[in-house]
Each structure stands twice: as structure tokens, then as C-alpha cells.
């Protein structure tokens, strides 16, 4: 069955990426989850890629922009996949690799570390990233033998939980979580100012023609991708002749289709 564009929530990274490239609901959004004002959010960026090599590997970003203090935010969606558990053990590294390419990215060689600026990356999960039901985890860098001492380097990887069970975050913070997921405003649930604005917009995107041509445009060319993908898994994994060597196979050949 084919995804349409009005059948999207605000999880899938096409209506996520059109509505927060917005940069009033990007500048409410990041002021909601860090707690903090924001006078403007500076050149959103869709799906910035960072390559650093020629054959290194590169990096999508969904969202990626700066504030008027220069600090750097990168805010990614993540769905929960078939291989959660898989995809929990990666998701600090993951967090680790962004951050070290947007560090890359930021000043050349030879430049002064001076020059790298505060980054805090934020992973949006529709599954509790470390089973604790939190609606946020908030990390830094911190000596272990006093944990009042803090590292400097003004890096911040902030994982939010939209599946979360606890009373742990503001009211509007709670909403903006519950609408993400579910992109539905309840007859019996009035919204806050925040995921009011966000819905208007998510309707917005949703009725313009011209991105429900380019959506399904996407959608087609991701259909062969995977496809080949698929076929390129199978091969390695009959070469190896084994059951685990096909599913590391197919998992190789959907990331080489895509």
C-alpha cells in the first residue's frame, strides 16, 4: 500500500523536515524542549549532508540551525524500527558520530578549536531510547569522580521519549511529544499555543499540491531503492551461504540501495 502525503504524522521525516524548516514552530519547538528563550533560529537547513571525504561516510541531517548566540542544533526524528533493540545500542554512538561532523563541518584544518561552537543534537524517539520512562534524557560531559565538575566542551545530547510514563516535563512539552506521534488534535483535548501553531502548519503542508507531487516523487525513487537494495542484500548473503550472512546480506544491500 502506498503512503500518501495526508497520511503521514509528524514522525515520518517528510512532514517533519517541510514543517520545522518553519522557523517560528523550529525556534517554539527547540524553546520547549530546552526550557530556555530563543531569539531566532538562523538559516534552517532540510536535510543538511555533510561529507567530509570523498569516500567517507556522510551524514543527513534533518533539521540543522543555529541561534543567534551561534550555538548549534541538529534535531533528528527516530521511528522505532523491527530491530529495536539493535537500534537502542546504536542510538548513543549514533548522537557521538553527528556531533563529531558537525564539529567538522564547523571549522577546517588548522583552525583553533576556539572557533567550535556550543552544539546540543536532540533524537525525537517514538520508543523509550533507555527504558526508564523518562520523557527527556539529557546528557553532558562530566568528571566522574565529581560530578559537579563539568567537562567544558559544550556539547549536549538530548533524547526525548514520546512513548514516556512519568511526570517529568512541562504540560506543553508533554503535548508537542503526544502530537508528534499521533499529529491529531482530540475534540476532547484542547492544544496549547505550540501544538496549535504546529498543527495549522502540518495541515498546511499536507493540502499543498505541489508537495504531495514531490513526496510521492520521493516515495517512488525510495520503492527502487529499496528494491535494489534488497537485491543486492540477497547476493551477499547467498554468497555467504549462511542464514545470518543473508540477513547481515540484506541489511548491507538496503543500506548500499539507499
Known sequence: MKNTLKALNLADDFLFAKVMTDESICKEVLEAILGIHIEKVIFPENEKTINLTIDGKSVRLDIYVRDDQMTQYNMEMQKEHHDKKKQKKQLPKRGRYYQGTMDLDLISKGDSYELLQKSIIIFIC???????????????????????????????????????????????????????EYSEVRADCKPGALVQNIHNKV???????????????LEEKYRDKLEEGLEIGKEIGLEQGLEQGLEQGLEQGLEQGL
Open 126 to 180: 517514538t520508543f523509550d531510547p533507555f527504558s526508564e520512562g523518562r520523557h527527556l534524557y539529557t546528557f553532558e560531559n562530566r568528571c566522574i569522580e565529581n560530578l559537579s565538575l563539568p567537562l567544558g566542551d559544550e556539547t549536549t545530547k538530548i533524547y526525548l521519549n514520546t512513548q514516556g510514563t512519568l511526570d517529568d516535563v512541562s504540560e506543553e512539552l508533554m503535548q508537542l511529544l503526544s502530537y508528534l
Open 203 to 217: 495541515m498546511e503542508v499536507k493540502n499543498n499540491r505541489k508537495l504531495e507531487v514531490e513526496f510521492m516523487t
